[in-house]
């Protein structure tokens, strides 16, 4: 497989399973049951973080795309933001027109 179809299959894999860990339930529910058991430690609070988790979850992707050193840290740090890109982008179209407004308002809170 080429190392540009690695990179996209990883960097959708790392966007899915943080989506998964972090806004979803589960199959089971056994992400709640999880994040129940974690409670407020660190592991608990990075699976409330989309941008945290998704540094973890870059790092076994990373490894997947390249094993040469001085590519793995730029690949890693990519595919963490790929993903965080692939969810501000599912968070757009999922937004309504009211909440867009509300975003628009002088004062609200923006990342």
Same mark, same amino acid.
């Given at each position: *497989?080429?190392?540009? *179809?690695?990179?996209? &299959? ?11 860990? &972090? ?10 049951? &999880? ?11 990075? *699976? ?44 757009? &179209?999922t937004a309504s027109p009211?909440q867009d407004a509300t ?9």
């Amino acid at each position: *497989m080429p190392i540009w *179809m690695k990179f996209i &299959v990883a960097a959708l894999a790392t966007w899915r399973l943080t989506h998964l860990l &972090v806004s979803e339930d589960g199959p089971g529910n056994v992400v709640v049951r &999880v994040r129940r058991r974690l409670g407020d430690g660190a592991l608990g609070r990075a *699976m409330d973080c989309f941008w945290c988790l998704s540094i973890w979850i870059a790092i076994p992707a990373a490894l997947f795309v390249t094993r040469q050193p001085l590519e793995l840290v730029p690949t890693w740090l990519a595919l963490s933001g790929v993903a965080c890109l692939l969810e501000r982008a599912g968070e757009a &179209v999922t937004a309504s027109p009211a909440q867009d407004a509300t975003e628009r308002q002088p004062g609200a809170d923006s990342r």
